[in-house]
C-alpha cells in the first residue's frame, strides 16, 4: 500500500523552456528601438552670442583688471591667441604644420599655458576670417574647452560654497565677438 | 499489393508540430543587445539632412530643444522648408538684404513667424545649427547674426560624436 503513493522522479529527464514569450516581448521591442535609435549620434556645442553674455561683459567691465582672451585666425598665420591684461597684450602666434594645417597640438598646449596663467576666466572671443572653414572652427573650440591631459588640472572656487576645487574645464564659452561686425 | 501503394509516403495531415524558435530567439537577442547600445536617451532626436556634413567634435552635450536650421552647399533649410540657396558659398542675392549684406531676409520672416506660432518654444532663443563642415565661416556668421536679430541668440552647433 505505502508504495502506491510514492512519487517516481526522475532526475535525468530534460525538459524545454518555452521561449515563445521572450520572443513575443522581444518582437515587440525591437521595432520601437529601431524607430528611437539614433544611428548618428548628434551633440551640441554651445556657443554664446553677445546677447547672452552680457552679464558676463557686465563683469569683466566691473573688473577693468580682469584678463581677456581673444582667438584671431586666419589662412596667412594661423591662430592668434590675444591676452589683454592691465592695458598689455600678449601674442602667441600657431602656424601651420608640415601639411599647411593648423598645429592643433601646439595650439592645445598654448592653451593650458594660458589657462594656467589665467584660472579664473572660462571665456574667449573667437575672431576667425571669412573664408575659415566651419570644420576649423569647431576643431579650436575642442581644443580650448577641455584638457586632454588627465593629470593637469585648474583651480576654481566655489560660488556656493567657497571652498577651492579643480577642474578640467579650460575656456568652454565661446563668443564670435566679430559676428555683428559688417 | 500494387507498386505504387508500396512507395507512398504515408501523410497524417493533422498532425501538430512544435517550431524551433531557440535560434530566432538568439538573433533577436544580439538585435536587442545592439538597439539598447545605440538607443538615444536625450530628450531631442535629431536627423540628418540631406547633404550636410557635420563635423566631428569632443563635445558631450546631448541636443536641447530649438527651432531647427540647416546649412548645405547648396540650400539654407528651417526644418524641411527650403528658405535660400547658395552659390559657391553665397546666398542668392534675392535672399539678402540690399542694405545688410549679412541679413538673410526669408530667414528672419520665416523666425519671425515661428516667435508668434511657438512662444514657449521662442522665448528659450535657442537655435540647432546643422551646418556643413567645408562652409567658411561668412556663410555662418551671416545664419548667426540674422537668427540673433530675430530673437534667437542662443546658438548651439551641432555635432557628431568623434576623436
Known amino acids: ?182 | 499489393m500494387s507498386r505504387r501503394n508500396r512507395f507512398s509516403v504515408p501523410l497524417k495531415r493533422n498532425q501538430s508540430f512544435a517550431l524551433n524558435i531557440t535560434s530566432m530567439t538568439d538573433m533577436f537577442t544580439i538585435l536587442l543587445v545592439f538597439l539598447l547600445q545605440t538607443y538615444s536617451t536625450s530628450e531631442v532626436n535629431l536627423d540628418a539632412v540631406n547633404g550636410v556634413r557635420l563635423p566631428q567634435s569632443a563635445s558631450e552635450k546631448n541636443p536641447i530643444n530649438g527651432v531647427k536650421l540647416s546649412v548645405s552647399a547648396t540650400e539654407l533649410k528651417f526644418d524641411k522648408k527650403l528658405l535660400a540657396s547658395l552659390n559657391a558659398n553665397s546666398f542668392d542675392q534675392a535672399s539678402i538684404d540690399p542694405n545688410d549684406s549679412n541679413f538673410i531676409k526669408p530667414l528672419f520672416d520665416e523666425l519671425q513667424n515661428f516667435n508668434k506660432e511657438n512662444e514657449k518654444l521662442a522665448k528659450t532663443g535657442n537655435v540647432l545649427l546643422q551646418a556643413d563642415e567645408a562652409l567658411p565661416y561668412s556663410v555662418i556668421r551671416k545664419v548667426m547674426y540674422t537668427a540673433s536679430m530675430a530673437g534667437f541668440p542662443n546658438l548651439k552647433l551641432v555635432t557628431t560624436v568623434g576623436q
Do not use: C
Open chain 1, 1 to 182: 500500500m505505502k508504495r502506491r503513493f510514492k512519487l517516481n522522479i526522475n532526475h535525468n529527464s530534460e525538459f524545454e523552456l518555452d521561449l515563445a514569450p521572450l520572443l513575443a516581448v522581444m518582437v515587440k521591442l525591437v521595432p520601437v528601438l529601431l524607430v528611437s535609435s539614433a544611428f548618428v549620434q548628434m551633440m551640441i556645442i554651445e556657443t554664446d552670442l553677445p546677447q547672452v553674455v552680457q552679464e558676463a561683459i557686465q563683469k569683466q567691465e566691473n573688473n577693468p583688471k580682469s584678463a581677456q582672451i581673444a582667438v584671431e585666425v586666419n589662412k596667412t598665420e594661423g591662430v592668434k591667441i590675444v591676452v589683454s591684461e592691465n592695458g598689455q597684450e600678449k601674442i602667441e602666434v600657431i602656424g601651420f604644420d608640415s601639411n599647411k594645417k593648423i598645429d592643433y597640438a601646439t595650439l592645445h598646449a598654448k592653451f593650458v599655458e594660458v589657462k594656467k596663467a589665467h584660472p579664473e576666466i572660462f571665456k574667449i572671443d573667437l575672431n576667425p576670417d571669412a573664408e575659415i572653414p566651419y570644420k576649423d572652427l569647431v576643431k579650436i573650440m575642442d581644443e580650448a574647452r577641455k584638457v586632454r591631459v588627465s593629470d593637469v588640472r585648474f583651480p576654481v572656487k566655489d560660488p556656493k560654497t567657497g571652498q577651492d576645487t579643480s577642474t578640467d574645464y579650460m575656456f568652454p564659452e565661446v563668443v564670435f565677438s566679430n559676428m555683428l561686425d559688417g
